[in-house]
């Protein structure tokens, strides 16, 4: 079935580089680009237009790191750093997953704010409950959310008796809930929590499953200095914190690891070797004091850079806002380096947000042809009055920085309308 989208189509196919196409069209052929126009094709005269009108048509957004389990203690216990935070809030917060009723109520609303919010990929932390993953999963689904979602893994230093299994428990039920696994946009993908939360004879299980069933692995790196001595501690035979999941065959291509805000030259140099992705999660440094990431360098040397909500250490869900928030960091960085440094620009920050999370997934650069459409639909006739007419370009900024989620009238997820409330934003 063709169907056409008519609006003012923006997307970032490459870092630094904007395609505005101002009154364009979109062709879709069951949900695949067919192509973006400025004038439609004669081919496809008669066929079903569904014009947006003035609104923007932009790609939307790959949350590459966040926490499911934390969405119900979000803006609760910022003051603490990363140790003391995990265990008076995340861990007894987590273990509440026990309940797959509760984590129903939760994960319901959870994929619900996510679509309403223009984020139609995830890479997902779970907790270590296997029902409770399973019914996260087909929640996204239900919502089209689209991606990865993984049981977290941990046999040491969680809250014994209430949030840690043992190493066979944890690889038990890894292999039990692989086997579970039937949804279509939503995958598993292995999840040992982080170097301190499991045991080498854990890691190297799970290095065996993810070769086995050849899965992708997400976790965590060098994200607060406190951390990383601790990992020197656990692991006194690895240099480096990336050597400790490298020597279990979990430091691999596509390998997810948040935050790497203290990884040095060697580290990132062994993540762009090996096809690691690091997963930027700047609201969440700076929130829990962790540090403020060299992200503008990382690019610079080629590490492949994605962004992350990280709730609940970050306390922003919608991408638009991590986005900023990225931007932010980046400037804030710069100062720290005695303008040194660069920045990143709203350009190269949405395609962060966008283009560089949809690809961990198979996506082309921007809206090209072949891929299933992934879109938000923005309206902002609400936001003030400027000046003069803007520009396409002013508005996406604008759009960037100002829009709320009603401002998101419309999103696309995996070549399928999910959500649709431009009745609603006219009510308004
Ligand atoms: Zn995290």
Redesign the pocket.
């Known amino acids: 079935m063709i169907r056409i989208l008519k609006g003012h189509i923006v997307s970032a196919p490459e870092l630094g580089k904007l395609d505005v196409t101002e009154n364009g069209f979109m062709v879709l052929e069951d949900g695949v680009i067919r192509g973006v126009y400025e004038q439609l094709p004669e081919q496809y005269a008669g066929e079903e237009v569904t014009d947006y009108g003035d609104c923007l048509i932009m790609q939307s957004f790959a949350d590459m790191?966040?926490?499911a389990p934390q969405y119900p203690m979000l803006g609760m216990g910022m003051d603490l750093p990363l140790l003391d935070w995990l265990n008076t809030y995340a861990f007894p917060t987590e273990a509440r997953f026990a309940d797959p009723d509760y984590a129903r109520r939760v994960y319901r609303r959870l994929a619900s704010d996510l679509i309403t919010n223009g984020t139609t990929r995830v890479c997902m932390?779970s907790s270590l409950h296997t029902e409770a993953t399973w019914i996260l999963m087909e929640e996204l689904e239900k919502a089209g959310v689209t991606g990865y979602v993984g049981k977290v893994n941990m046999d040491r230093n969680g809250a014994p008796g209430v949030l840690e299994e043992t190493t066979e428990q944890s690889v038990e039920e890894t292999l039990r809930w692989l086997d579970g696994c039937c949804w279509e946009h939503v995958k598993p993908i292995l999840t040992p929590r982080?170097t301190p939360s499991c045991t080498d004879s854990l890691m190297a299980r799970l290095g065996m499953i993810a070769a086995e069933q050849d899965l992708y692995v997400q976790s965590?790196l060098s994200?607060s200095t406190a951390e990383m001595e601790w990992v020197r501690q656990l692991s006194p035979d690895c240099r480096q914190y990336w050597e400790t999941y490298e020597k279990y065959g979990l430091w691999k291509d596509h390998t997810l690891m948040?935050?790497c805000v203290w990884s040095d030259e060697t580290e990132r140099a062994a993540m762009k070797r090996a096809g690691v992705v690091a997963v930027h999660?700047p609201d969440?440094n700076v929130n829990i004091c962790s540090g403020v990431c060299p992200v503008r360098k990382m690019l610079d040397e080629g590490v492949w850079v994605t962004l992350?909500s990280?709730i609940a250490?970050g306390a922003l869900l919608p991408m638009f806002r991590v986005i900023t928030s990225a931007i932010r960091a980046s400037k804030t960085r710069r100062i720290m380096d005695d303008w040194k440094t660069g920045f990143l620009t709203v350009e190269e920050a949405y395609y962060l947000g966008t283009t560089s999370g949809h690809r961990y997934f198979g996506a082309g650069k921007g809206f090209v042809p072949g891929d299933r459409l992934h879109a938000v639909v923005v309206d902002d006739r609400d936001l003030p009055e400027a000046i003069r007419p803007l520009s396409v370009r002013e508005r996406f900024e604008r759009a960037v920085y100002m829009m709320h989620r009603h401002n998101i009238t419309a999103v696309w997820s995996d070549g399928r309308p999910v959500v649709d409330r431009r009745d609603e934003f006219a009510k308004m």
Request: contains cysteine.
């Open positions: 790191h966040l926490h932390f982080f965590h994200e948040a935050h999660c969440s992350g990280d250490g």
